[in-house]
């Protein structure tokens, strides 16, 4: 089955942790994405990549980091820098530009 | 003030009837999008359009580029529809990577 998964489904971080979240897809898509979503907000842009080995700053880039080494892989990173991380993470993939993107399942991430 | 609008933020319906969510935007755009999330998060493409009207079973989408508006319709609603719809739209002029989003609208139907 084509699909786009997420893992894990819920993380915990502990104060000074950097936690990895991981975004997997095999539709062959050039193009990945990273949201956040709070509740009463609409979704913002963390990082997206166009192309392997490439990627570009969102709205929110800040305190997250990203990979992006094989076409089907774009982890996220959340550094200690980001103060308030506590979200719904998703992930979600394209062809190209303008086109339909397809969403994961989502990380939900809570501070300890 | 943001960019997309939409409305109503939340909507109850009784199975069966019309359903109508709105979207308005205040920039140009050179797409926009229809998003369905799921109450366990999960986020599914319903329509993406520029210009004109889309129809998939018993959803319908039309878009009116000068007046910057776009409508969700559902026709014979149903409890499996309660959902929250999200427009999204890429800036002309912007990456066309790029989504932004409106805040989404409740839809609660029941049986």
């Known amino acids: 089955d084509g699909g786009i998964t997420q893992s894990p489904k819920y993380l915990f971080r502990k104060e000074g942790q950097n936690v990895t979240l991981s975004c997997e897809q095999n539709?062959?898509?050039?193009?990945m994405y990273w949201y956040r979503q709070d509740p009463g907000q609409g979704l913002r842009l963390i990082y997206y990549?166009?192309?392997?080995?490439?990627?570009q700053k969102g709205d929110i880039a800040e305190g997250y980091s990203v990979s992006r080494e094989k076409k089907e892989s774009f982890p996220l990173t959340v550094t200690s820098a980001q103060k308030n991380p506590t979200a719904f993470y998703l992930c979600?993939?394209?062809?190209?530009?303008?086109?339909?993107?397809?969403f994961g399942p989502g990380t939900r991430l809570l501070v300890l | 003030k943001n960019e997309v609008e939409q409305s109503p933020q939340n909507l109850t319906a009784q199975e069966g009837e019309f359903i109508t969510i709105n979207c308005s935007y205040s920039?140009?755009?050179?797409?926009l999008h229809w998003l369905q999330q799921h109450p366990g998060g999960g986020i599914v493409s319903l329509f993406m359009?520029?210009?004109g009207k889309k129809k998939h079973g018993r959803l319908i989408a039309t878009i009116n580029i000068q007046e910057k508006h776009s409508s969700l319709h559902i026709t014979a609603s149903h409890p499996r529809d309660s959902a929250v719809y999200i427009c999204?739209?890429?800036?002309?002029?912007?990456?066309?990577?790029?989504?932004?989003f409106g805040k989404g609208t409740l839809l609660t139907v029941n049986p």
């Open positions: 979600a993939s394209s062809w190209g530009s303008q086109e339909t993107q397809y």
């Open positions: 539709l062959n898509h050039d193009a």
């Open positions: 990549s166009q192309i392997v080995n490439d990627f």
């Open positions: 920039v140009g755009i050179s797409a």
């Open positions: 359009l520029s210009s």
């Open positions: 999204a739209v890429h800036l002309s002029g912007g990456s066309n990577y790029k989504l932004t």
